[in-house]
């Protein structure tokens, strides 16, 4: 089946008319979150990897993660564009592809070993990412009933959760499990020999990876997502003319809420396996920690489907506090405790974090009408704020890898106060009909 022509391809800002199904959509689109899901969570994996491969400080691991989420900054508009000039499935279908050659550069990069091309491919894999975060994540919002928003966003995102849940595993077994510094003791020197035959682990895992990509590519290529007509956006254009975005507070305050989150998740994640493996926290091995990883990436997943159903009842403003709340306490018990009191902290964090981007991302966008759009685009290049991860990598290198939780802790609070006041909307303006 053809792709549709870019005039009739739908556009954010827009909802489907009663009766429209965007329930075939929503499912294939699930699938995108899966994958892009389960592709960050293995850098999660691969960091350990390659601080030991090359010899890392917690700073130049750290940095591989900052040029992860450099692409979203760098990517955010020309995928805007270009999704303007081509329509959103042709721009899936070439984020999908673009990803896949990222992937397909980590084998040369392993082959080396060279630590500059593996940033280079990690970051052409997180510019296709970069692209179909545009695409989707207003498409979802916008597709069905607004009230429902960040319910059905939520319910997508427990798909990139189980892609995190999974990648984990995946990559433990495929990277960690057959490596030399993945199933040593922490603290273990690699000689050079060894730390060679470790950067191989990673060419098998990443070649299975961008098969599946040009796979699910052709899928969406040959898949008929819903569409609006020309006319639709013509009057969308028009009626932007004279509004701002910065009279939203939602939108306002949202940016720096997704900005911060990130921080605070990556953060996280990142260091999760360092941070458990050592000594006088769980005192295990890389790949079992990768495995404790699992459950965190499970727990998000468990609270996205949660909260899909729960925001159906309760305001979503008012989960997110509590979620906040929630989530503060953990990371000062992660801080503060040691053993498995604190691991199993940073484990629950897991929980509380899961709800916090769908739904900051839906109160966002929630009344700006026709500027849904540029407004989903703001907050889409806020996802760079997984670059100042480094900040982090710094502080644990500065005061000490468990005292530099305390900054997710204080990410959450302002998380916290982005739910009780700053997500409230202002100037809402009505959102246009599609048509077709």
């Given at each position: 089946?053809?792709?549709?022509?870019?005039?009739?391809?739908?556009?954010?800002?827009?909802?489907?008319?009663?009766?429209?199904?965007?329930?075939?959509?929503?499912?294939?689109?699930?699938?995108?979150?899966?994958?892009?899901?389960?592709?960050?969570?293995?850098?999660?994996?691969?960091?350990?990897?390659?601080?030991?491969?090359?010899?890392?400080?917690?700073?130049?691991?750290?940095?591989?993660?900052?040029?992860?989420?450099?692409?979203?900054?760098?990517?955010?508009?020309?995928?805007?564009?270009?999704?303007?000039?081509?329509?959103?499935?042709?721009?899936?279908?070439?984020?999908?592809?673009?990803?896949?050659?990222?992937?397909?550069?980590?084998?040369?990069?392993?082959?080396?070993?060279?630590?500059?091309?593996?940033?280079?491919?990690?970051?052409?894999?997180?510019?296709?990412?970069?692209?179909?975060?545009?695409?989707?994540?207003?498409?979802?919002?916008?597709?069905?009933?607004?009230?429902?928003?960040?319910?059905?966003?939520?319910?997508?995102?427990a798909f990139n959760s189980l892609g995190t849940t999974l990648a984990p595993l995946f990559a433990g077994y495929l990277i960690l499990g057959r490596s030399k510094g993945g199933t040593a003791g922490a603290g273990v020197t690699?000689?050079?020999?060894?730390?060679?035959?470790?950067?191989?682990?990673?060419?098998?895992?990443?070649?299975?990876?961008?098969?599946?990509?040009?796979?699910?590519?052709?899928?969406?290529?040959?898949?008929?997502?819903?569409?609006?007509?020309?006319?639709?956006?013509?009057?969308?254009?028009?009626?932007?003319?004279?509004?701002?975005?910065?009279?939203?507070?939602?939108?306002?305050?949202?940016?720096?809420?997704?900005?911060?989150?990130?921080?605070?998740?990556?953060?996280?994640?990142?260091?999760?396996?360092?941070?458990?493996?050592?000594?006088?926290?769980?005192?295990?091995?890389?790949?079992?920690?990768?495995?404790?990883?699992?459950?965190?990436?499970?727990?998000?997943?468990?609270?996205?489907?949660?909260?899909?159903?729960?925001?159906?009842?309760?305001?979503?403003?008012?989960?997110?506090?509590?979620?906040?709340?929630?989530?503060?306490?953990?990371m000062l018990l992660a801080t503060f405790t040691t053993g498995h009191a604190a691991m199993w902290s940073l484990i629950a964090v897991g929980l509380f974090h899961s709800i916090m981007f769908p739904t900051i991302f839906t109160?966002?966008?929630?009344?700006?009408?026709?500027?849904?759009?540029?407004?989903?685009?703001?907050?889409?290049?806020?996802?760079?704020?997984?670059?100042?991860?480094?900040?982090?990598?710094?502080?644990?290198?500065t005061v000490g890898l468990q005292t530099s939780f305390l900054l997710t802790a204080a990410c959450e609070l302002y998380i916290l106060f982005y739910a009780l006041w700053g997500s409230k909307p202002t100037h809402a303006l009505?959102?246009?009909?599609?048509?077709?």
């Amino acid at each position: 089946m053809a792709l549709p022509p870019t005039s009739s391809v739908a556009s954010p800002g827009a909802h489907h008319a009663p009766g429209a199904s965007y329930k075939p959509a929503l499912t294939l689109l699930a699938s995108l979150f899966f994958m892009w899901g389960f592709i960050t969570v293995i850098n999660n994996t691969l960091l350990p990897h390659l601080r030991s491969v090359f010899e890392l400080d917690y700073t130049q691991t750290t940095l591989i993660e900052s040029v992860w989420f450099i692409a979203y900054f760098v990517a955010s508009i020309p995928s805007a564009k270009l999704i303007e000039r081509i329509g959103y499935q042709k721009s899936i279908v070439t984020g999908l592809l673009i990803m896949a050659a990222g992937a397909l550069l980590i084998v040369p990069a392993a082959k080396l070993p060279s630590y500059g091309m593996v940033l280079a491919a990690l970051f052409i894999i997180a510019s296709g990412i970069t692209l179909l975060q545009v695409a989707a994540n207003p498409y979802v919002a916008v597709i069905g009933p607004p009230e429902t928003g960040s319910s059905r966003l939520n319910l997508v995102q427990a798909f990139n959760s189980l892609g995190t849940t999974l990648a984990p595993l995946f990559a433990g077994y495929l990277i960690l499990g057959r490596s030399k510094g993945g199933t040593a003791g922490a603290g273990v020197t690699l000689t050079a020999a060894e730390r060679y035959a470790d950067a191989q682990s990673v060419i098998l895992p990443y070649l299975i990876v961008a098969a599946v990509l040009v796979v699910l590519a052709f899928v969406i290529a040959r898949f008929p997502l819903p569409a609006i007509g020309q006319s639709t956006q013509r009057v969308s254009r028009e009626e932007r003319r004279g509004m701002s975005l910065w009279k939203h507070r939602n939108l306002v305050w949202g940016v720096p809420a997704i900005f911060i989150y990130l921080i605070a998740e990556i953060g996280v994640a990142n260091l999760f396996i360092n941070f458990v493996s050592q000594p006088e926290i769980a005192a295990i091995t890389h790949e079992e920690a990768s495995r404790y990883l699992a459950i965190l990436w499970g727990g998000m997943m468990v609270g996205r489907f949660a909260g899909s159903f729960i925001m159906q009842k309760v305001p979503a403003d008012k989960v997110l506090a509590a979620f906040a709340v929630g989530a503060f306490i953990v990371m000062l018990l992660a801080t503060f405790t040691t053993g498995h009191a604190a691991m199993w902290s940073l484990i629950a964090v897991g929980l509380f974090h899961s709800i916090m981007f769908p739904t900051i991302f839906t109160l966002g966008i929630k009344g700006l009408g026709p500027l849904t759009e540029e407004g989903s685009g703001l907050l889409i290049m806020a996802i760079a704020g997984g670059a100042l991860v480094v900040v982090q990598g710094w502080l644990a290198d500065t005061v000490g890898l468990q005292t530099s939780f305390l900054l997710t802790a204080a990410c959450e609070l302002y998380i916290l106060f982005y739910a009780l006041w700053g997500s409230k909307p202002t100037h809402a303006l009505p959102e246009p009909e599609v048509v077709g």
